[in-house]
């Protein structure tokens, strides 16, 4: 069996361009501009987005109809949610040091990296299951945490992969191991 997985990442907000923790906030008008200019997809056998507004503006302005799969939701940041890196590394640098450097370590009490990546390599492994081809719409952490699952690199390897808003990653799967596809 073989499985297409077609990624992308929502677009740009204006939490992301301030380097603020996600709340559910919407894409600004540019991002949904850029996405209703981008080229074509393939067809899809299934289509998926997280929750989230901004992943389900991003598939509209891509003229998807995804179905919501809460497995596909942004990590969860806990009570950093709404906040900046900057504001954390004043406030509690331990505590930013310990989670990009233990990926166990939820110290916003959230979701731990670890358990991202779980919850990623699962919903995976349960597209794998279908004979064609899969696009999901999400978040950075989520596409950073199938990418090293994909590479099978260890957790620590999540920082190691920049995600840009309307990034599209190919993947596919030959029913035993998946793969990155580049494409020109």
Do not use: Y
Request: charged share 25%.
């Amino acid at each position: 069996m073989n499985t297409r997985l077609t990624w992308i990442c929502h677009g740009a907000t204006a939490a992301s361009r301030k380097a603020l923790f996600p709340v559910d906030e919407p894409l600004e008008a540019k991002a949904r501009e850029e996405a209703g200019r981008m080229a074509a997809l393939p067809r899809a056998d299934h289509i998926a987005t997280s929750p989230a507004l901004r992943a389900r503006q991003t598939a509209d302005a891509l003229r998807l109809q995804a179905r919501i799969d809460p497995a596909l939701g942004d990590c969860d940041h806990g009570r950093w949610a709404g906040k900046s890196i900057a504001a954390l590394e004043d406030e509690e640098p331990e505590n930013l040091l310990a989670w990009m450097t233990k990926p166990e370590a939820a110290p916003h009490g959230g979701e731990s990296l670890l358990d991202l990546g779980k919850r990623v390599a699962g919903w995976m492994e349960s597209q794998s299951t279908f004979d064609g081809h899969v696009i999901a719409i999400t978040h950075a952490a989520i596409i950073r945490a199938a990418i090293t699952h994909a590479l099978q690199a260890p957790p620590s390897s999540f920082w190691l992969v920049d995600v840009e808003p309307l990034a599209v990653i190919r993947m596919t799967r030959n029913g035993r191991r998946w793969s990155l596809r580049f494409q020109h």
